[in-house]
C-alpha cells in the first residue's frame, strides 16, 4: 500500500487499488483532457497575472471546474461499469458500492 503521510488518498487506498484500472483502456485519452485542463489552470494564472477583468477569469474558472466534473463523472462511470460489475461478479460488492457512494457524496458536495 502506498503512504502519503500527509494524511490523503494515498492513506485510504488500499492494496486492492493496484493494477488495470476500468479507464486504462482510455488513458491516453484521459490523460489529454487533463493536460487540457492543466492549460486551463496555466491561462488562468496568466489572466490574474495581466490583471484580467474579474468576471472573465471566473468565467474561466467555471470551464476549468466544468472540465474536472466531466473527468470526474467519467471516471465514476468507468469504476461502476467495471470495478462494481466485477465485484458483483465475484459475490461481494459492498466494498466497492460503497466507495462508488463515497465519491459520488464528494462530487455533489463540490
Given amino acids: 500500500m502506498e503512504v502519503d503521510t500527509g494524511g490523503g488518498y494515498a492513506d485510504r ?6 493494477g488495470p484500472h476500468g479507464y486504462s483502456g482510455d488513458k491516453q485519452a484521459l490523460l489529454g483532457r487533463l493536460r ?11 489572466m490574474v497575472d495581466e490583471d484580467t477583468y474579474c468576471i472573465d ?5 467555471s470551464a476549468a471546474k466544468s ?10 462511470e468507468d469504476h461502476l461499469a467495471h470495478c ?4 458483483a461478479r465475484a459475490g461481494d460488492p459492498t466494498a466497492k458500492v ?4 463515497d465519491a459520488i457524496a464528494r462530487l455533489v458536495k463540490s
Fill in 13 to 18: 487506498m488500499s492494496d486492492d487499488h493496484v
Fill in 36 to 46: 487540457r485542463i492543466e492549460g486551463q489552470i496555466r491561462g488562468l494564472q496568466r
Fill in 57 to 61: 477569469v471566473l468565467t474561466q474558472i
Fill in 67 to 76: 472540465a474536472l466534473q466531466a473527468v470526474a463523472v467519467g471516471l465514476l
Fill in 84 to 87: 462494481v460489475v466485477d465485484a
Fill in 98 to 101: 460503497k466507495e462508488a457512494s
